[in-house]
C-alpha cells in the first residue's frame, strides 16, 4: 500500500481554542479540512522512532469518518503503533490515562465536549501529549502556523478497517490495534478507589441515578457502576452513545441536565445523582434535595480524598482556575498545603501536576481531577465521592452542611451571555478593562473594590506568563466578580460572568445563590452595563 501524496492549500480559520479545533460539522465536511488539520498536527508534534498514537473521540457524529482518516495519515507520516477504542469511542480521560499507560507519544481526541452532535452541530480534533494532557499553548500555536502554510497532507492508500471489534491491522507499516475502551480505565479506577466499600454500601440501600446524556460515558458507567459496583440495572441512563447524543446537549449542568435535577429534588430521589457530558470529562454531583457547585465539590473532595486508598498519603496541593470560587482555598489553607489560581482550561495545570506540586484540580465549569491522568474527569468526580459516602455513612447533604459549617460558604454563580456579535462583547470587556486602574477604593453601595486587574498567570513550573485571562473585581467583603469570553464557542462570542460571595462559618449558610447573589448581580450592571451593551434583559443560563 503506497503512501500518498495530496496537495492541499490553507484553511484561514483552524486556530485552536480552550480544548482544541471545534468548528460546525459542515465546516469539518469540506474537502481537506480535517485532513489538513490532522496533517499539521503531525507535522508539528514530537514522534520518537516507533511511536504510539492513541486515537478514539466521543461518538458523535464523524466521528468514524475522521477516525478512519487520522489511521490512513499517522500511517503515512511514520507512526508504528495507534491503539484505537472499539467503536472509534474512548473518553477524554481514557485518552489521557491510555497515552501515559503505554507510553504513546500522544493521542487525537475527536469531540467537541458538550456541544451539540450531529450534521448540523459540532465537531473537533484535539492533541493530547506524552504527559496525556492537552497540548500546551506552544504547541497549539505551532499546529496553527502549520494549517496556514500546509501544501500536502500524506496518507496511506489503505481500505477502511472495522472500528466494531477488537481486532489488530496493518496500514502500511503500522499496527492498529482496536481496543476495548472501558478496561484499562476501569482498573485505573479499581486501583484508586475502594470498590469493596462502595460495594458495601450498595448491598446495605445505596442507590443512584447516572445520566449518561447518550454520549461516551454510557458504556464506562454501566461497566463501572453497575457491573463492578453492583448498581441495579437501569441505574445508568441514556447509556447507549448515539452519534446526535439524541438530539440533546451533554453539558452537565442544571439546565441541560433537568431530568436528573427534577429527579433528584422528588420524592423518588435516589441518594445520590450525577451525570458526565460528552467526553466524559466533566461531572455533575446532586445529592437527594441537594445540588453541589464544581466549586464546592472541587473544596469537599479535596477536604475528604484521604478516605480513597489512591489519596491516602494526603494531597500536595490543590489547583483551581480563576474563576471558580475560593472554597477550595480554605481547604488547602487547613491541609497546609498550596493553592494555585491558573487561567481557564485544564491545559494549565499540567506542569503543576507533572512536578507534583498539586494532587487535585478543579474548575468552575464542573471538571476536576487528579494527578492520575492529566485531564478532568468525570467519572473519577463520581467514585471519588461515592467513596466518601461510603466511609462516613453519610449523605451528601450533611456532608455539605458539615462542610460549610467548618469552612463557610462561598455563594456561586456563572451567568452566561450567549452568541453574542463578536464586536459587541468585545466593546464591553474593552470598556470594563478601561476602567480597572480606577476602581481600587471605588465604593459601590457599601461594597469597597480591593483589586481589579485582568489576570497575568506566571507558571511557577516553567515560568511561562498567560496575560489576559479574565477580569476579576475583588471586592472587601470577599465578594468577587469575573468577567471573561469563553475560548470554545463556535458561533458568536460568549461573555461569561462569575459571581460569588463569601460567607463565613456562623454567617448564612442555608440561603440560595440567586438570594445570595443579588447585590452583587446589580454591582456588577453598573460597573460593565451589561443589558446595554449586549441588548440582553439577563443571561441565557445561569449555572
Ligand atoms: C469552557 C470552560 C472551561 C473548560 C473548557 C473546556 O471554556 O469554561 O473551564 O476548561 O470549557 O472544557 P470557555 O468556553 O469558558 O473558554
Ligand atoms: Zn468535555
Given amino acids: 500500500m503506497p503512501t500518498i501524496r495530496y496537495p492541499t492549500r490553507p484553511f484561514a480559520d483552524q486556530k485552536p481554542g480552550t480544548s482544541g479545533l471545534r468548528k460546525k460539522v459542515r465546516v469539518f465536511e469540506q474537502p481537506g479540512y480535517a485532513q489538513n488539520f490532522l496533517q499539521s498536527i503531525f507535522d508539528v508534534v514530537a514522534r520518537p522512532e516507533g511511536a504510539t498514537l492513541v486515537i478514539g473521540g466521543d461518538g458523535r457524529y464523524y466521528n468514524r469518518t475522521v477516525i478512519q482518516l487520522a489511521i490512513r495519515i499517522a500511517a503515512a507520516n511514520g507512526y508504528a503503533r495507534a491503539l484505537v477504542g472499539r467503536g472509534g469511542l474512548l473518553s477524554t480521560p481514557a485518552v489521557s490515562h491510555l497515552i501515559r499507560k503505554y507510553g504513546a507519544s500522544g493521542g487525537v481526541i475527536l469531540s467537541a465536549s458538550h456541544n451539540p452532535a450531529g450534521r448540523d452541530g459540532d465537531f473537533g480534533i484535539k492533541y493530547n501529549i506524552a504527559n496525556g494532557g ?20 500524506l496518507a496511506e492508500d489503505a481500505p477502511d478497517i472495522d472500528l466494531e471489534q477488537v481486532g489488530q491491522y496493518r ?22 478507589f475502594d470498590f469493596s466499600v462502595i460495594r458495601g454500601a450498595v448491598a446495605e440501600g445505596l442507590t443512584m441515578a447516572f445520566d449518561a446524556m447518550h454520549a461516551v460515558t454510557g458504556p464506562y458507567a454501566v461497566e463501572i ?22 438530539g440533546g446537549h451533554p453539558d452537565p449542568n442544571l439546565v441541560h441536565a433537568h431530568e436528573l ?8 430521589a435516589p441518594d445520590f445523582g450525577a451525570a458526565s457530558d460528552g467526553d ?11 445540588y453541589i457547585t464544581p466549586s464546592d465539590s472541587l473544596a469537599m473532595l479535596a477536604a475528604n480524598a484521604h478516605l480513597a486508598p489512591g489519596y491516602a498519603g494526603g494531597l500536595r496541593g490543590i489547583a483551581r482556575s480563576m474563576p471558580t470560587s475560593a472554597a477550595a482555598d480554605r481547604v488547602a ?46 467519572l473519577w468526580a463520581v467514585l471519588l465521592w461515592l467513596n466518601i459516602l461510603a466511609v462516613r455513612k453519610m449523605s451528601v447533604d450533611a456532608l455539605a452542611r458539615a462542610h460549610w459549617a467548618r469552612f463557610g460558604r462561598n455563594y456561586y454563580a456563572r451567568h452566561d451571555y450567549e452568541e453574542l ?8 470587556m474593552d470598556a470594563v478593562k478601561a476602567e480597572l486602574p480606577s476602581m481600587p477604593g471605588t465604593k459601590f ?8 486587574d485582568s489576570f497575568t498567570y506566571d507558571d511557577p513550573v516553567d515560568g511561562t506568563s498567560s496575560v489576559n485571562q479574565g477580569v476579576r473585581i475583588c471586592f472587601a467583603d470577599g465578594s468577587r466578580a469575573v468577567f471573561r469570553l469563553s475560548g470554545t464557542g463556535t458561533e458568536g462570542a460568549t461573555l461569561r460572568v462569575y459571581l460569588e460571595r463569601y460567607e463565613p462559618p456562623q454567617g448564612i449558610i442555608d440561603a440560595t445563590p440567586s438570594e445570595m447573589l443579588a447585590g452583587l448581580a446589580s454591582v456588577v450592571e453598573l460597573i460593565a452595563d451589561v443589558q446595554t451593551h449586549t441588548g440582553r434583559a439577563g443571561p441565557d443560563i445561569v449555572t
Fill in 134 to 153: 492537552p497540548a500546551p499553548e506552544a504547541i497549539t500555536d505551532a499546529i496553527h502556523a502549520r494549517t496556514l502554510v500546509i501544501d500536502r497532507w
Fill in 171 to 192: 496500514v502500511g507499516t503500522m499496527d492498529v490495534e482496536i481496543i476495548d475502551p472501558v478496561q484499562d480505565y476501569a482498573e485505573l479506577m479499581e486501583e484508586l
Fill in 225 to 246: 457502576l453497575e457491573k463492578r459496583l453492583g448498581f441495579a440495572a437501569g441505574t445508568v441512563r441514556n447509556a447507549v452513545p448515539l452519534e446526535d447524543f439524541g
Fill in 261 to 268: 435535577y427534577a429527579l433528584m429534588m422528588s420524592d423518588a
Fill in 280 to 290: 466524559g470529562d466533566r461531572n455533575l454531583i446532586i445529592g437527594r434535595g441537594c
Fill in 333 to 378: 489553607a487547613d491541609l497546609g498545603i498550596a493553592c494555585f489560581e491558573t487561567p481557564t482550561g485544564w491545559k494549565y495545570f499540567g506542569n503543576l501536576l507533572d512536578a507534583g506540586m498539586a494532587t487535585i484540580c478543579g474548575e468552575e465549569s464542573a471538571g476536576t481531577g487528579s494527578d492520575h491522568i492529566r485531564e478532568k474527569d468525570g
Fill in 421 to 428: 456579535p463578536v464586536a459587541d462583547a468585545d466593546k464591553l
Fill in 445 to 452: 453601595g457599601d461594597i469597597e473594590v480591593t483589586l481589579a
